[in-house]
C-alpha cells in the first residue's frame, strides 16, 4: 500500500485509466450540498492567487482509494477506484467544462494544460479504447462520456443523456467559471492563469494506492464504516497544538486550561442545513466568520482558519487561543439559558432561543462580534443590533423567503460593522439592512406581511415549533414586549411547548354548522388562518378540542375558566356572540400587527425591492445605484488603483457624491479628474474600495443582479 498527498496535477498526470467499477454506486453529488461549496472553494483558491497573498491557498478535498487491476490495457495503466469515485468523478467535470469555457476565449494553451488531465493522447491508446482518463463501467457509462467527449460550445439541452446529474455538473461549472472569468477588473487570460494553477496545483488528496493482491475491501470499510471522520475542530485541534508546540509554549497547560471543546456540550451533534457535524466544528466556523466577515463553507473551516492564523492576524497562537476560549464559554452560557424554558432571558439570550427554534445559525458570527472581548459595545447597542438582524431574518420566514444568500449578507454586514464606533453603529447597521432590495435579501415592511398573512393558511405553513414560537411572541406583545409605548406587563410566557389550538376547531362540521356551500368554502378558507390559532396547555387543549363555542360546556367558557394567557383573554372578551370568520379576519390583522411590533422596521423603511427587469447598462448605472443597492456603503474609503497616485483617496458620501482633499465632489469622476489635474479617464477602474472591489467590478455585480449588500468590501 503507497499513500500520497497530492493534486489533481499528480493524479491525473500520467496517462493511464481510472476505472469505476461496475458495483459502484451512481454518480449522485448535486448542486447545494457538493457542486456549490466545491465551486466555491475553487474560486477563493483563484482569487487569492489574483490578490498577490504571497502565498497560494489550497484546500483539501478528501482522500481516495485505487488499485491497480490484474490486467492492464495495452499502453496504459488500469487502477480501479475502490472508494472516492464521486469525488473524482467530479473533479474530472470540472477540469472538462473549465477547458471548454477557457476554449470558448481561445485561451487555447491553458485549454490544452486541462486537457491532458481529462483525456489521454491517442499514442498510449488502443483503436477500441475511449480517450478519457477516467471511465465509468455502471449505468453513468454513457453520460459521462458523452458530456466529457461533446465538442464545445456544448448545447446541453440537445445532449441524449440531459437529465443526467453527471451533465448538470458539466454545465454548473461550465456556466461558473464562465461568469467568473468575465466578472473581475483583470483581463479574462489573467483570471484563467490563475484559475488553471488553482485546479492543477491547489486542490489536495490523499490517494492510497493498493497492489493488485491486497484486500481493498477492507481498506474500504475501514475507511467508511471503522472510522471516525475528523472534523473541522480534530484539525484545527491538532494545528493549534502544533502551533504552540512550535512557539515554546507549555501544550500541557494550554490544553487543561484554554482548549474548552471536551465536553459533552461542544461535541453534541448538530446540524447546519443538511450538513451535521459538532458543536465545536460549527462554534470554530462560526467564530472565524465573526473575525474575517466571509462567508465560510463548513468544509473549508480548517483550511480558512490556518490561512487566518498564518496571514491575517498578528496574535500568537496562545493568544488566539485564549479568545477563543473566552467567547466559547460565552456561546455556551448564552445557549444554555436559553434552553431555560423558565429564566428571565436578555435580549441577547431570547435571540438565541429564537434562532434555536427557527434553526437559523447564520446570525451567531453577529453574536460572535458584538459579544467579542474588547468590543466595547454597550448593553443598549448590541440589543438594537439584535433586534434589526431578527426581525429581518423572522419577517423574511413570515414571508417564506429564500434563505440561501443570508449567510453571506451576514458575513457581510460583520465586516462592515468591524471597527465601527458605539455612537455609529446602529446607522451602520440600519443602513445596511435598509439598503438590501433584491429578492433573496431585503427587509420586507409591514404592507407585505400585512397583506400576505391576511389570507395565509398559517398553520399549514409553518412548523410546530415555529408557529408556537410566533404566537409566544405575540402573547408577549399582549403583555407589553414589542408594543411601542406601551408598559410592560409581568414577565414574558415561559416557553413550554403549549398546544397550538384552532379556536373555529378543524373538525368544525361537528359543533359548527353553516348554510350553504359558499359558508363551507369559506369557513374552511379561514380555519387554518393566524387569528385562527392559539396557545392552550396540553390538558386544556384536550379538554375543548371540537366542542361548540358558546354554552356552559363550550369552548369559551373553558378558556374563560382555566387560561391565562392575555391573547385569549381578549379572544374571550369579544366573542360573547359567537366567533366566526369575521373575526378570525379581525384578530389576524391584530395578531400580524403583534408581529410587527415585535420586529419593527425603521419608520421610513417599506422593504422595496428593486425590479431586476429595469434596463440598467454599463452607460446608465450610476455611483448612487451601488449606494442604493448596498454595494457600496456611504463613508468607505476609496483608493487609487493607478500607481501614480498612490496616495489618492477619498470618502464616499451620500448620493454618490465623494469628499476628496476636504472639498467635496458631485462623484468618484470628479473626484478623479481633480487628481488627473483636469485630464479625463475611467473613473470605474481609476478608484476602489480600500482593501476591496474596484468600482467596476461592484457595477458589474449590480447589473448582474447578484451582489447586493457587500459595502463593496470584498472584491
Known sequence: MKTDVTTPQ????????????????????NEDEQWGPLWADIRRI????????????????????????????????EFLIVDGQQRLTTLQLVLDATAAAFRARELDALTGQLEFLTHNSAMFLGSDQPGLKLRHTNRDRGAFREVMQAIPPIEYAALSHRDSLLVKAHEFFYGRVGKWLDEGPEAPPIRADALSVALQNALELVVIQLSASEDSQEIFETLNARGTPLTAADLIKNFVFQRLKQEGEDEERAYRELWPFETKFWEAEV???????????????????????????????????????????????????????EQARTYQQLTERAADAHADLSRLELHMYRMGIAQVEIT??????LTEPGAGYSKAVMDRVIDMVESWIV?????????????RIAADLVSTGRGVAESELIGVVER?????QYASTYWPGDAEITSALATEHFYRRFSQPMQRLLLQAAEDWYR??????????????????????????????????????ADEADRDDHVHRLGNLTLLTGSLNASVSNSGWLGDKGKRSAVDRHDVFLMNRAVVARSVAGWDESMIDERTAELTRALLETWPVPDTHEGKVIDRSSRLSKATVSYAHLIAAGLLQVGATLVCTDERWPDARCEVLAGGQVLYGGKRYSSPAAAARQVREGKSGNAWYFWRVENGAWLNTLRDRLLNGDGAGGGGLSA
Open 10 to 29: 499528480g493524479i491525473f498526470g500520467m496517462p493511464q485509466h481510472l476505472t469505476v467499477p461496475l458495483y459502484q454506486r451512481p454518480y449522485v453529488w
Open 46 to 77: 483563484a482569487e487569492h492567487r489574483l490578490g498577490g497573498t504571497g502565498t497560494l491557498a489550497t484546500h483539501f478535498l478528501g482522500a481516495v482509494v485505487t488499485q491497480q487491476a490484474d490486467t492492464q490495457p495495452v499502453g496504459v495503466q
Open 271 to 325: 446540524s447546519v442545513g443538511r450538513f451535521a457535524t459538532t458543536r465545536s466544528a460549527v462554534f470554530l466556523s462560526q467564530w472565524l466568520v465573526s473575525r474575517v466577515g466571509k462567508e465560510i463553507s463548513p468544509r473549508s473551516t480548517f483550511t480558512r482558519f490556518k490561512f487566518f492564523v498564518e496571514h491575517e492576524t498578528t496574535l500568537s497562537m496562545v493568544e488566539l487561543l485564549r479568545l477563543i476560549s
Open 364 to 369: 451567531k458570527p453577529i453574536v460572535l462580534w
Open 395 to 407: 419577517r423574511r420566514r413570515l414571508l417564506r423567503l429564500q434563505s440561501s444568500d443570508l449567510g
Open 432 to 436: 445596511f439592512l435598509t439598503g438590501q
Open 480 to 517: 407589553g414586549y414589542g408594543s411601542r409605548g406601551a408598559s410592560k406587563t409581568g414577565v414574558r410566557v415561559f416557553r413550554d411547548k403549549q398546544q397550538v389550538e384552532h379556536i373555529l376547531p378543524r373538525g368544525w362540521r361537528t359543533n359548527w354548522p353553516v348554510t350553504s356551500a
